[in-house]
């Protein structure tokens, strides 16, 4: 990439590891899978970022392999929640930082509790975006889900 994202800033400020990898931006399509088929990796080494507003915790994030759904109900469980619900597209912006396509983990507008799939446990690198669309970062697992300090739980359908 020409330029750092604002991500990138904050894996080099803290010294962490990553690989760019680039891809076309489809505006009609984009699934996670197909950012997977894009930079050649399988779908469940690319993680998708997710926002939902539980009923007692207020913004929860998810980060699931692209080839998997969320499971509200068990991602309810998982964080102390009786329900949770998505955050609308229009609000994802104002309460992350990111736009739907360019969510991640890492440097969000606040600090909010952060769930990775259990799946991730089994994969020594996984990627998750950049904050951009066209972008996703390839880093060890076990070092991206300590740095943004996040439980991994299941929470797949």
């Known amino acids: ?8 800033r904050i894996l080099d400020a803290a ?4 690989e760019v990898m680039e891809y ?15 930079i ?3 779908p469940e080494m690319v993680f998708k970022t997710l926002v939902a507003r539980g009923d007692k915790s207020g913004p929860v994030v998810f980060c699931i392999p692209a080839d ?11 964080t102390g929640n009786k329900r949770l619900e998505m955050v609308a597209v229009k609000d994802l912006l104002a ?14 507008k606040k600090k909010f509790p952060t769930y990775f799939s259990h799946f991730a446990a089994v ?3 996984i990627t998750v975006s950049a904050g951009v669309r066209g972008a996703q970062l ?10 943004v300090g996040a439980a991994l739980a299941d929470i797949t359908a």
């Open 40 to 42: 050649g990796l399988l």
């Open 68 to 78: 998997l759904e969320i499971d509200l109900k068990k991602a309810a469980r998982e």
């Open 138 to 147: 390839l880093l060890k697992t076990a070092e991206l889900v300590d740095f």
């Open 95 to 108: 309460l992350t930082g990111y736009m739907r396509g360019g969510c991640s983990p890492i440097g969000m």
């Open 24 to 38: 076309q931006v489809d505006e009609n399509n984009l699934a996670a899978t197909h950012v997977a088929e894009e």
């Open 123 to 125: 994969q020594e690198k």
């Open 15 to 18: 010294k962490l590891a990553y």
């Open 1 to 8: 990439m020409k330029t750092k994202t604002n991500v990138m």
